[in-house]
């Protein structure tokens, strides 16, 4: 398994889990942490051992409390359009277009970029500790990965809206009335609740997960229609060793047993 400054990757019964490793800075996103995470989830696509990805904090404060603010500071209106640009191609659309599930895993503080990348994963299990925001207005700055699109899909334009513009970080059971995170588990139950999702998952076809991602995130992106991304994957589905498997296992009254 590759090794990482700023990462740690365990992988377990087809299930790796990503954890940011920056502790002491409550694990804020640098230029290197926004590398390596491509690079481990480039990897972790290519890796026909890995069916499910989980992406957590280490220590038990913070997920991500945000882009690295002292790497931006000095930055120029053309540096700033640049971070933004780079960050949102090589991490956040990267990881929402993973054809393998990832799950956060949100363990305390998710601010900023880290709320950001946190929306970016497929869904959200949270820690009851766990405290969402986007405060960068609070800085002068909007938010620059994916924030002011992604927010309002998951929970409305209003109350994004008036997250974006308070700056206001939100609990956990907020996030869960708002439909920001799926779930709300006490945080020593956190890693193995998000699991015991992942294990459901990997029993399911990888193939056919690959194809429901790519036709749910077809309605989200600018000329594309879903319901005929839906129709071309499903019958793509009709190709797959997965679909031979899954649907003789049935006529066999047995359980599938996908490879
Ligand atoms: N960028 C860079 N460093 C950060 C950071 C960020 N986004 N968030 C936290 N850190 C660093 C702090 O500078 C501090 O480093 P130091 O010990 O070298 O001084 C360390 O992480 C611990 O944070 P600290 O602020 O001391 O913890 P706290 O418990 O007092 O406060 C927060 C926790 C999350 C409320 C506070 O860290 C915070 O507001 N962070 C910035 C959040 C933000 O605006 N994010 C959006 C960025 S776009």
Known sequence: MMQF????????????VITINRPTKLNALNKTTIEELHQAFDAEN????T??????GS???AFVAGADISEFANFSVENGGKLAAQGQKILFDFV????????AAVNGFALGGGLELAMACHFRVASANAKMGLPEVTLGVIPGYGGTQRL??????????????????????????????NHVVAQAELLEFTKGIATKIARNSSTAIAKAIEAVNANYKDGTNGFETEITNFGACFGTEDFIEG??????????DFK
Do not use: C, H, W
């Open 5 to 16: 400054e700023n990462l740690v990757l365990e992988s377990e019964n087809g299930i790796t």
């Open 46 to 49: 290519k890796n026909t051992a």
């Open 51 to 56: 069916r499910v990805i989980i992406l957590t």
């Open 59 to 61: 220590g038990e404060k």
């Open 96 to 103: 929402e277009k993973m054809n393998k599930p990832v799950i």
């Open 152 to 181: 309002p899909q998951l929970v409305g334009k209003g109350r994004a809206m008036e997250m974006i513009m308070s700056a206001v970080m939100i609990d956990a059971e907020t996030a869960k009335n708002y439909g920001l995170v």
């Open 247 to 256: 649907t003789t296992a049935f006529l066999e009254k047995r359980k599938a």
